[in-house]
């Protein structure tokens, strides 16, 4: 790369993943230019429309993200999705490389009969819905049920269970949008029972995560002393752990199970060794109770802990089931994907041609769809840092294809020629001012756009011709 052609470096995505792979390559390379194309109307993926919206510190996380799409050498196409307003070959012949960041939107399925009832759920278009992700706020949820359940005991788990006994005062320090909390508020759950298929030991929620569920205003928190004790096996796997967080985890739970449960409207029930094995439909055809199975908990001979059912059966009144069992990424056309890990092949995130193992050079893959939905919002730091290494290391080996046009504004005639209306870090940054502002009238964090017409509104443009 020269002075007159910098480094030109397309990043898919404008989540957690995509902006740290932005920060690495401004940090390294003064000739470098990047586009981030986001296929939503605004920026930051799952931090705006994944992390709970009473988590506001946890949001906190893009004031470092802002200052990166205001850099000179960073220009944000937001509401343009690349698929389908782009296609990849339109990125490669205008870059030198392209960093695929979009994350995992798909949820895994329990592979249960019943999965498809009415009122079954995955857990990833609820937490979507209350966050006002415009391809969910039309999704249908029945919150005039009495109980509910959630499959799963990671932290997204955990914030739906705590997201559906909010009290009113609680959703309104939120940002969540009007809509979600209007249900929320005339919603009749009063039971939520979170099931775990393994022991505290095994459980993926994280120990400040469910904590919060013994401090609601509104809600207790039930766990079964002898659900919370744990098998030989699982007590030898904590001590042999050198996470010691892992142990005080496991000691809060066995607390929290020993101590007597206050008296209050709601009830939220932490279950551990216990599986769904078929969600059952009531007279009017939607989901009304959860068959499940208790399980014991034995040494794997792969390692580790595995679960087996151990004969017993119950049957949990359940009138909305929310599967949290992990997301999924989805392809990006022009990219290979093994459809069964979710993730698009690489080796450190250069993209690699199944068949051969082989490099594609030019073609790069960070965060959830490099390595699966795992980790937290700062683990994608560490990992967009060693995608943008393998990049450089590339780049400065002369490895990188030239593209046949490189330069910048060819991007935007390309657009303006397929007659997509993008948004700019400008747009943006007024979006959310008007947000803010509006938030700050009713003393909330912000009140979310949900619609992109409604963004062109308020920027002042006209929607495009359906």
Known sequence: MTAAVPLRVA???????AMYTVEHLLAARADVSVDVFERLFAPYGLVRYGVAPDHQKIKGVTRAFEPLLHDPRVRLFAAVDVGRDLAFGDLARRHHAVVAAAGARADRRMGIPGEDLPGSLPATAFVAWYNGHPDFTGLAIDLQRESAVVVGVGNVAIDVARILVLTPDELLRTDMPRYAI??????????????????PAQAAFTAPEWKELTTLAGAALRIDPAEAALDPASAAEVERSPDRTLARKVQLIQEIAAAPVPCRPRTIHLRFCVSPVELLPGPDGAVAAVRAVRNRLVASPAGGIA???????????????????????????????????????????????????????????????????????????PDAAETVRCLLDDADAGRLPLPPDPDPASVETLLRAR??????????????????????????PRIKFTALAAVLEALGRAAPAS
């Open 307 to 381: 679960a087996e059912p151990a004969g017993e059966e119950e049957t949990i009144p359940a009138g909305l089931v929310f599967r949290s069992v992990g997301y999924r990424g989805l392809p990006i056309p022009g990219l290979p994907f093994d459809e069964r890990l979710g993730v698009i092949p690489n080796r450190a995130g250069r993209v690699i041609d199944p068949a051969s193992g082989a490099p594609l050079p030019g073609r790069y893959v960070a965060g959830w769809l490099k390595r699966g939905p795992t980790g937290v919002i700062g683990t994608n730091k």
């Open 11 to 17: 990043v898919i995505g404008s989540g957690p993943a």
């Open 182 to 199: 209007d249900a929320l508020e005339a919603g009749r759950i009063r039971e939520v029972h979170i099931l775990g298929r393994r022991g």
């Open 419 to 444: 007659g997509v209306q993008w948004l700019d870090c400008s747009d943006w940054q007024r979006i959310d001012e008007l947000e803010r502002a509006a938030g700050a009238r009713e003393g909330r």
